[in-house]
């Protein structure tokens, strides 16, 4: 059984940095992406950014620069570090895996599991 689990949200200051973790187990697939997304409060879920098993990643532009996207594929746990934050930051972040693999895309219908969210509250 897939699972993704997020964990490393909190309420932190504008300005301020948090490091968000998901670990993931049942993936037995040897090429596969992890997805970041995010749902602000009223607003749909938004694709923020993707790793592949080899570390490829991608970035939509509302992070880019930002944010970094790291893996360790062995330990199966994948990080999102975020920094410069934004009140605009504040959503439930969630984690995903696609099984497929290849070139990690920001499309939700790419991914076939989802952990249960974590909050980021980013104060002004």
């Known amino acids: 059984e897939v699972k993704l689990v997020e964990f490393g949200g909190d309420l932190v200051q504008a300005g301020g940095s948090l490091r968000l973790s998901c670990l993931f187990s049942?993936?037995?697939?040897?090429?596969?992406?992890i997805g970041w997304f995010r749902q602000a409060p009223g607003k749909e879920r938004e694709a923020i950014s993707s790793?592949?098993?080899?570390?490829?990643?991608v970035y939509a532009d509302s992070v880019k620069g930002r944010h970094t996207v790291s893996i360790n594929s062995e330990k199966k746990i994948a990080f999102l570090q975020m920094n410069s934050l934004k009140p605009e930051d504040t959503a439930v972040y969630y984690c995903?895996?696609?099984?497929?693999?290849?070139?990690?895309?920001?499309?939700?219908?790419?991914?076939?599991?989802w952990g249960q969210g974590t909050q980021v509250t980013v104060s002004s």
């Open positions: 049942g993936v037995s697939v040897e090429n596969y992406n």
């Open positions: 790793i592949s098993s080899d570390q490829y990643e």
């Open positions: 995903a895996v696609d099984l497929v693999g290849g070139v990690p895309k920001l499309l939700e219908s790419e991914y076939d599991y």
